[in-house]
C-alpha cells in the first residue's frame, strides 16, 4: 500500500500555522525564496480535500454526491457547511 505524505499546514510543535518560505524547481536547480501563505483549501484534511474535489466532479450537485457516498442529502449538505465554515475561518485569518 502506497502512503502519500500530505503537505503540512501546521507546526508539530507549536501548533501555529506554517508559510513556505522557498520554493525549488528540481528541472532547472532554480530557487525562489520569499514568504508564501498556504493556500486555505491546503489546510483541509485529506477528507475535505477529497470532498471538495468530488464537489467539483458532481458540478456540486450535492443530490449526485449523497447517492455516489451513500449518504443523506442532509449529512452532505452538513459536510459542505463545515467546510464552508472552516475555509472562511482561514481566510479571515489571512
Known sequence: MSSTKRFP???PSCG???AVKSLHCAECDTTISGQFEVHPILR???????FVMAFIR???SLKQMAADMGLSYPTVRNILDDIISKLQSYESTL
Not at 483541509?44 to 477529497?50: N, Y
Open 9 to 11: 499546514t501546521i507546526c
Open 16 to 18: 501555529g500555522v506554517l
Open 44 to 50: 483541509l484534511t485529506t477528507e475535505e480535500q477529497q
Open 58 to 60: 458532481c458540478s456540486g
